[in-house]
Structure formats: C-alpha cells, structure tokens
C-alpha cells in the first residue's frame, strides 16, 4: 500500500473528480456535505460563545473547505497543512489570498496559534501506529481553551463504506469507529464537548431530512462530529 503522500499527489488534479466519483450516490456534490459539516460546526461553536478567529485546516487536500472556514465560521485566518505538496500547490493556486496559509510541513505550524483545528475525512488516512501522534500535534497547535473539530467517516453506515469503495484514493482506507475516536482524543487530554451523527438521507430522500438533528445522537449517520476542547490549565485541571 502506497502511503497517504503518495496517493494523494497522484490524485491532486482530479480529486474533486475522483470525490465525486462516490458521491453520486448520495445525489449531492462534494459542497453540499462541505456546507453542511461546517453549518453544524459553526451552531455548535456559537452555543458555546466560541470566538474563532485563526484555524488550522489539517488535511486541506486541495482546499475545499477554506472559503467554508471564513465564511460560516468568522475566521480571519485559515492555514492549510497536508501531507501532499501537489495538493498544497493547487490550494495556494486555488486560493492565493492573504488570508490564506498553505503548507506541507508540519514543522511550519506554530505551537498554541489556532481557536480551532478543523479535520475531514483525514484520519482514516493515517496509519494505525501514527494517528495518536497527530492528535498529540493538534492538540500542540491549539491555544488552551482551543477546540479541535473531528469530522469521520462512520464505518457502521453501510452507505458510508459503499461510497467509500467508489472512490479511488478512499478504498484502502481503514475507517475509525466512533468508539476509537473518542478514545484516542480522550488519551491526547481533550475534552469532549459534543458528539453528532451526520447525513443519514441522500437527496432521494430529502423529505425526511428533517429528522437528522434528532437523529444526530444516534451512531449510525454516514459521518460524524466530535467536538472537544484543549483544557485551560487554570479551569480544567
């Protein structure tokens, strides 16, 4: 298995192509789920009187969700990192702005610099052996007090695995259960603030989306949201 650098340069000129390749299925584009992740985000943060002024977009890919970011959110700075430098270079041609950081390092990112560290669809990419790695690197990157937006895919939506099959660069993937998920965030020290399913009708469905707030503390949505917090010190500990 070649590892997610690799994959994802190859698939940087047609990703989004290649993305919606799978998302047919769900009769919806690549932005509607974008727009629908970060409208919920964005609720959840104002119920929390959470400012977010700078965040980090770990996984940018190609840069799909930065416009999102600023627009739903209110940030006024939005770094980019990932793995791929071909995906990197079509985020900074895409969006060349000032407001806009891109960068393949990890080594780049300051310490305790972002309100929000913003991750979709990223982790079921990372090694096994390295995703308690990331979370201790995100968790760095926050300021205290800082909140960290897990977005997955649900490996026990059978919705979400079909897609997932259709789609070139998600295929060997090895999805994270919620359970997992929580674990590992609990272990990296943050505290878990909301946890929501997401997406649970495509748009044959439509009429009854409707229900998917209620439905949201069900495990069986197609993705799903952890929403958790670095502690401050002085509060939390």
Known sequence: MQDASTTFDLAADNYNQQLQQGLTLSGESADFFVQGRLSYLAELLRARAAEVKTVLDFGCGVGNAAPALRSLLGASHVAGLDCSHASIQCA???????????????????????????????????????????????????RPGGRFAFFENNPWNPGTRLVMSRIPFDRDAICLSMLESRRRLRKAGFVLEAVRS????????????????????????????????????????
């Open 92 to 142: 900074r041609q895409r969006f060349p702005e000032s407001c806009y950081q891109w960068s393949a390092d990890s080594n780049s990112i300051p310490d305790t610099s972002f309100d929000l560290v913003h991750t979709s669809g990223v982790f079921h990419h990372i090694p096994l052996a390295e995703r308690d790695d990331a979370l201790s690197d995100i968790y760095g990157w926050l």
């Open 198 to 237: 997401m997406f649970f009708f495509p748009k044959a469905l439509g009429f009854l989306r409707w229900m998917e707030r209620p439905l949201g503390y069900s495990p069986l949505g197609a993705q799903y949201l952890i929403l958790c917090r670095k502690p401050m010190k002085s509060l939390d500990e």
